[in-house]
């Protein structure tokens, strides 16, 4: 199994990557439902939307 080890810019873990084919024999070998909450992707968004740095008035907005 192949795991890439997730950091913040200060260097601490914060997450584990693994490889799908990994996820799903684990989902497998343990029972591992894919229960997604309706709303999951919205609301990822709105955090995400909610962490990113907004551009100042007098910034030009990237396209």
Same mark, same amino acid.
């Given at each position: 199994m192949d795991l890439k080890y997730l950091t913040d810019a200060k260097g601490t873990l914060t997450g584990v990557f693994i490889a799908i084919e990994d996820w799903r024999a684990l989902q497998k070998q343990y029972g591992i439902g894919e229960l997604v909450a309706p709303d999951s992707g919205a609301q990822l968004r709105r955090k995400?939307? +909610?962490?990113? /740095?907004?551009?100042? +008035?007098?910034? /030009?907005?990237e396209e």
């Open positions: 995400l939307a +909610a962490a990113l /740095p907004m551009p100042s +008035a007098d910034e /030009p907005a």
